[in-house]
């Protein structure tokens, strides 16, 4: 039987959290075995917020560098740069003639940053619909998300149905996959919201790139409250279901039984161990992942390697695409 397509995207909008770790990287390397696989740096995506150029190119590289340190085998998968494979961004332009104004102002994300900020460019309302085009391209099966993302799946899943339905069967109508646990790491400062990139320097975010003196500090630091039970009750205690959910996932052992075996100590202990559990990971992938930082050399011949194997499926689906809405090939 043929595997099944997977596509998954992170941002190279600042480094990798914690949360984005294991909301999705943590299990990459198992899924491209399993599956047929494209990973992308989204450096498109990126420009929402106007980052220095030189920065986001550095980000770029420092999220392939990640990927490759987690482990992904790119002999297996199709690991790109986004902006690399035009067809995401032509894509993009048809796929915005099916999808209504209404739904694309309704998605919580570009609300939230229409309440956070005065400026509001068109790139961030887009931003959905690109990545509808960036699932679409590739005829995913399956999406894997953290839940922030859970809306975004289902508007490219509308936005795939309104275009097979008005112009016939054209797209693959992609699921979502969320982890069971580990969905939304929430902020060690503010256990009530996600683990966030935008948090910099804020000690509620624990980045891939931190050091264990940093990674100590700021889980001793992480809100709790003022029992001193541990118990997995996201309700009522945040700050020490997120701690134990942290643990359970970079573990791989159910959170329930991470509950018990805590059962009867007290917080400084679960800090201790889940600080541990942080650093363990968290070594091994910066050793890796500084090194192929240093050979960008390495990291560009990757980067053309999926460029090439992205874009040949890409070409294929923009070109089904733009004959079915009438366009005209260059003869
Ligand atoms: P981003 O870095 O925002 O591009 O996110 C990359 C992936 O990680 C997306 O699938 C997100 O849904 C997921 N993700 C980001 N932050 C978290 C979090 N705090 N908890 C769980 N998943 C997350």
Not at 50 to 61: A, K, T
Request: with cysteine; glycine share 6%; hydrophobic share 35%.
């Amino acid at each position: 039987m043929d595997k099944k397509t997977i596509y998954t995207a992170i941002k190279p909008t600042g480094i990798l959290t914690l949360g984005g770790y294991i909301g999705v990287a943590q299990n990459l390397k198992d899924m491209v075995k399993e599956y047929n696989a494209y990973i992308c740096i989204a450096d498109l995506h990126a420009l929402t917020i106007n980052p220095d150029p030189q920065v986001l190119r550095e980000n770029s590289y420092k999220l392939l560098a990640l990927y490759l340190a987690l482990g992904i085998d790119t002999n297996k998968c199709t690991l790109y740069l986004q902006s690399q494979v035009p067809e995401h961004a032509e894509i993009n332009w048809i796929l915005s003639n099916f999808t209504m104004f209404g739904e694309a102002t309704r998605m919580t994300q570009f609300k939230d940053h229409q309440a956070k900020s005065k400026e509001v460019n068109m790139g961030l309302l887009n931003y959905p619909i690109l990545m509808a085009g960036d699932i679409l391209l590739y005829d995913t099966d399956i999406v894997p998300v953290g839940i922030d993302q859970k809306q975004h799946v289902e508007l490219c899943r509308n936005i795939a149905i309104r275009f097979n339905h008005k112009m016939g069967d054209t797209f693959k109508v992609p699921d979502v996959m969320i982890r069971k646990e580990g969905y939304k790491i929430c902020g060690l400062s503010d256990p009530t919201k996600k683990m966030s990139k935008s948090e910099r320097g804020d000690t509620g975010t624990i980045f891939v790139e931190d050091s264990k003196e940093d990674i100590i500090k700021k889980v001793k630091r992480a809100v709790t409250d003022s029992e001193n039970e541990i118990k997995y009750d996201p309700e009522n205690k945040p700050g020490v279901s997120n701690l134990l959910t942290i643990y359970a996932c970079l573990k791989n052992i159910d959170v329930s039984s991470v509950a018990a075996q805590f059962e009867g100590q007290n917080y400084g202990t679960l800090k201790t161990e889940v600080a541990n559990a942080i650093i363990e990971t968290l070594e091994p992938l910066q050793k890796k992942y500084y090194k192929y930082l240093e050979d960008k050399d390495y990291l560009d011949e990757i980067l053309a390697k999926g460029k090439l194997k992205a874009q040949a499926k890409a070409r294929e689906t923009l070109a089904k695409v733009y004959n079915t809405v009438g366009l005209i090939p260059a003869k």
